[in-house]
T-cell receptor, first 113, second 111 residues
Framework: SQTIHQWPATLVQPVGSPLSLECTVEGTSNPNLYWYRQAAGRGLQLLFY??????ISSEVPQNLSASRPQDRQFILSSKKLLLSDSGFYLCAWSEGGAQYGYTFGSGTRLTVV | DAKTTQPNSMESNEEEPVHLPCNHSTISGTDYIHWYRQLPSQGPEYVIH???SNVNNRMASLAIAEDRKSSTLILHRATLRDAAVYYC????????????FGQGTELSVKP
């Protein structure tokens, strides 16, 4: 069966520090991968999605970047965190296409101080 | 993108059925209607999705209007663990199969 792993679960980082969040999927190949962010008390915002290795699409301009170095690995990064980067970051995967559901990871709660 | 309208909040009593409505009057003919829910401090969880016909699974039922401009998620017997934010999301080729979340309906369940 397919599983999605996301870590760390919580993270407290100072302003200006770098960030690296990792997401891996097991039990499937060539998944579509997604990064979402949920600010406190708000809805989920799609940040990036990827349909294959090295293919990254950005949904909103921001201080973050994403990379997909391997088929089932998706990384969210920042060179210098801002206070506004605080939030709940969620990785998700799907088989691609609207006829398939998404499976979300358990999320990383990031607090920038 | 298809716009959705959902009530901000709803209340239900435990062990009673719950009908969560969603209007998506601008839905495209090829858009699937997805429903997800998010429990506090957790990631969203897939509930159900459909295209034209009503759908049932172990979690819920999805009733889709004949003109597809609205749908209703039905929880047959609400439990306290069903308290969550429920999102109705049309998704199809126009969105590249992506899920764009709105504000959803916050469901509270009273014992």
């Amino acid at each position: 069966s397919q599983t999605i792993h996301q870590w760390p679960a919580t993270l407290v980082q100072p302003v200006g520090s770098p960030l690296s969040l990792e997401c891996t999927v097991e039990g499937t190949s060539n998944p579509n991968l997604y990064w979402y962010r949920q600010a406190a008390g708000r809805g989920l915002q799609l940040l990036f999605y990827s349909v294959g290795i090295g293919q990254i699409s950005s949904e909103v301009p921001q201080n973050l970047s994403a990379s997909r170095p391997q088929d089932r690995q998706f990384i969210l990064s920042s060179k210098k965190l801002l206070l506004s980067d605080s939030g709940f970051y969620l990785c998700a995967w799907s088989e691609g296409g609207a006829q398939y559901g998404y499976t979300f990871g358990s999320g990383t709660r990031l607090t920038v101080v | 993108d298809a716009k959705t309208t959902q009530p901000n909040s709803m209340e239900s009593n435990e062990e009673e059925p719950v009908h969560l409505p969603c209007n998506h009057s601008t839905i495209s003919g090829t858009d699937y209607i997805h429903w997800y829910r998010q429990l506090p401090s957790q990631g969203p969880e897939y509930v159900i999705h459909g295209l034209t016909s009503n759908v049932n699974n172990r979690m819920a039922s999805l009733a889709i209007a004949e003109d597809r401009k609205s749908s209703t998620l039905i929880l047959h017997r609400a439990t306290l663990r069903d308290a969550a934010v429920y999102y109705c999301i049309p998704s199809g080729w126009n969105q590249g199969g992506k899920l764009i979340f709105g504000q959803g309906t916050e469901l509270s369940v009273k014992p």
